[in-house]
């Protein structure tokens, strides 16, 4: 395997450390909850909007986005839904990537998020300005892109793929011969790149959330429950990756709770996402694999900051200002990016159509 070491200047642990003093818990007092909780449902109702959220998100908005007949999903299916759901306005409760990906897929519909500044530490570490350069410079390289980056670099990209479907298609390039550039996160390309043996030349981006999951602390925790399957997504580090019984998505581990014979579980990702895990297997026990101990320096502790920037309050806020002249709330691609990124995005669908 062949590697760069380009890394972009900006601070990312910084970033995600501000948005973790930004994010204030959205842990309002019940009858606060139900005062907001009937806001956003009429919001809802009046703008012809549907909630689409991702598994990091707080479990009132999970539960709200079902309860109001949105959804809550991995990336893949939250833009999927987006597309084939007949509102005219999504509301994306996520991290920045996800709203884009929704007005990529649905340029007619109005995207509105409750904040635009929730960021995705692998979209930041990988800027388009030193992107397209790098690809430039390797036009032998088919480029393939983790969904989560800008619309920019996936403008730039032959192929947009999700956590779900990233090895199958890596595994149909390298069939086909091709080489690959692969960007941006190094764990989740070293893993694609170990399982399909394909060409594949790596962006270093990592994921500042499971970048903090440590493999010292998680073998002491194993040897401790020696009845727990390790559920691991792949943005974790090799070391962590290489401990699984089983390696996915978000919705692939939630699954693996629910069909997997174990009663205990350690999970090494956001822990947003025990919120459906419980409801999916109420009488299984879920640990949360280690972030603190040896060489940790917590900066996530297993939560990411930035989808920690929903909340029902801005959610109401987003739905009850979208109408003011200009809503700071609204995803807007320009149209010869959003098409460019949206035959590489498509391309993706497709072929998990045909699979
Ligand atoms: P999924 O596509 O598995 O939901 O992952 C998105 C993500 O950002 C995980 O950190
Ligand atoms: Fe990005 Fe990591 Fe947050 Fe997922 S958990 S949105 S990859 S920073």
Not at 288 to 311: K, L, R, V
Not at 328 to 346: G, L, P
């Amino acid at each position: 395997m062949t590697t760069d070491t380009l890394t972009p200047e900006i601070d990312i642990a910084a970033s995600h450390r501000l948005a973790a003093a930004v994010a204030v818990p959205d842990s309002p007092v019940a009858a606060e909850r139900d005062a907001l909780v009937a806001r956003i449902k009429a919001g809802l109702k009046r703008e012809n909007a549907v909630l689409v959220a991702h598994y990091y998100t707080h479990e009132d908005i999970q539960w709200l986005a079902e309860e109001t007949g949105g959804t809550v999903a991995d990336s893949l299916e939250m833009a999927r839904f987006g597309r084939d759901n007949p509102a005219t306005t999504l509301i994306v409760a996520g991290v920045r990537f996800m709203g884009e990906t929704a007005k990529i897929l649905s340029p007619e519909k109005r995207v509105l998020m409750p904040t635009l500044l929730a960021e995705c530490s692998l979209d930041l570490s990988c800027p388009a300005d030193q992107f397209i350069p790098f690809c430039d410079a390797h036009p032998d390289r088919t480029v393939v892109v983790y969904a989560n980056t800008s619309a920019e670099v996936k403008a730039r990209a032959d192929w947009v793929v999700t956590s779900s479907i990233a090895t199958k298609v890596v595994a149909h390039l390298h069939a086909k011969g091709e080489k690959i550039l692969w960007a941006p996160d190094k764990f989740l390309g070293s893993y694609i790149q170990t399982t399909t043996q394909a060409d594949m030349l790596i962006w270093q981006g990592a994921c500042v959330v499971h970048d903090e999951f440590k493999a010292i602390e998680l073998d002491k925790l194993r040897s401790k429950h020696q009845d727990a399957a390790i559920l691991v997504h792949p943005e974790s580090p090799e070391d962590v990756v290489a401990q699984a019984d089983v390696v996915g998505s978000t919705t692939a581990l939630i699954n693996a709770v629910k069909e997997l014979p174990h009663e205990k579980f350690i999970v090494a990702t956001d822990n947003g996402i025990f919120y459906k895990m419980k409801h999916a297997a109420p009488e299984k026990k879920l640990i949360e694999a280690p972030t603190g101990g040896i060489s940790a320096t917590c900066n996530s502790c297993a939560h990411c900051a930035w989808m920690a920037m929903n909340s029902l309050r801005n959610l109401a806020e987003t739905l009850e200002n979208c109408n003011k002249q200009k809503s700071h709330n609204e995803i807007h691609i320009d149209e010869s990016t959003r098409a460019k990124a949206y035959a590489s995005v498509n391309r993706m669908i497709e072929f998990v159509n045909n699979t």
